[in-house]
């Protein structure tokens, strides 16, 4: 038996990661070709995904799953960063209370743009994925260009956007709200918040409150234990294989740091137990996160983009 990060303990043949220990079968190489957004592929948070697996879900739109296509599921012994995600650095809480997380909510602000526009394609959300990592739902802030939606509509480009993601569902598809023009600034709040509970799995409502067009209710899913607050970064052009760092330190956001505020997760009643955990994959530039205030009802955790 191996006892795995989160301390969960897992029973399979595991290796030694940058981002911590993962069943050898999930380990790959990843192409330099196959990082790039093409005709085919697109980067979308948690890594590469086949555009055609990549669905827009319109304001009012019930989400109705496809067929599940075999092998697109991923599962763990453990919650983790998915396998092919270029998370840089992130804090982590999990729940062992036994009673399922309601809600949890996260503030932060629209940082400035990167000093550099490039190639650079940056995530940062707050989300919850369940005990086997076979999914996260997450409101996600993006600076950068992910191509066209479904619809034909290239809502992304070198400035900031947000949406709410699942990746991947049930059905192994990745779905998300359009994505919505935000300012450097602008105050955000993430929140996923528990709707319903049963027999076919938990429902959730995943969205940035007061921001039009980003409410993504999810499909019964397993029960979301593992809470996250995470800054992911790709190049979307070049030889790169994750994990990996952005190429220059001026394509992160022109700011010393980020703060993920007012963190609050609910239980069966507010404030449960247990601790943030910080992970820092990648720190070529001196990135780090640091939980500046352990809490569940008022946490913070800072990214720091420099030393």
């Known amino acids: 038996m191996v006892a795995s990060q989160n301390g969960v303990p897992g029973s399979e043949d595991m290796a030694p990661t940058p ?180 027999a076919e799995g938990f429902t959730y409502n995943c969205q940035f409150e007061g921001l039009a067009g980003t409410l993504l209710p999810t499909p019964p899913v397993p029960e979301l234990l593992w809470c996250v607050e995470t800054l992911e970064a790709y190049e979307l052009v070049g030889q790169h294989q994750v994990p990996y760092d952005l190429d220059k330190a001026s394509e992160y956001p022109g700011t010393a740091s980020i703060a993920f505020q007012n963190i609050a997760i609910v239980t069966d009643a507010p404030g449960p137990a247990g601790a943030w955990v910080k992970e820092n994959i990648v720190t070529a530039f001196g990135e780090h996160a640091e939980v500046t205030a352990d809490s569940t009802t008022n946490g913070t955790v800072t990214i720091f983009l420099q030393r």
């Open 19 to 198: 981002g911590g220990e993962r069943p050898r079968r999930e380990v790959h190489l990843q192409r330099a070709e196959d990082a790039a957004v093409d005709g085919d592929w697109v980067i979308a948070p948690g890594g590469r995904r086949l555009r055609s697996h990549v669905h827009l879900v319109q304001p009012g739109q019930v989400l109705v799953l496809r067929e599940p296509a075999p092998g697109l599921l991923r599962r763990r012994p453990h919650p983790g960063p998915p396998p092919v995600a270029n998370w840089i650095v992130y804090a982590g809480w999990l729940n062992t209370t036994g009673k399922p997380v309601s809600s949890l909510l996260t503030t932060w602000t629209v940082p400035p743009p990167p000093t550099l526009v490039a190639n650079q394609l940056i995530y940062l959300f707050n989300g919850i994925e369940p005990g086997d990592a076979s999914t996260i739902v997450q409101p996600v802030l993006q600076w950068g260009d992910s191509g066209t939606d479904e619809d034909g509509v290239n809502r992304t480009g070198p400035f900031w956007t947000a949406a709410s993601w699942i990746v991947p569902a049930p059905d192994g598809q990745t779905y998300h709200t359009p994505h919505v023009r935000v300012q450097p600034g602008d105050r955000l709040v993430g929140s996923v918040v528990l709707t319903n509970s049963g």
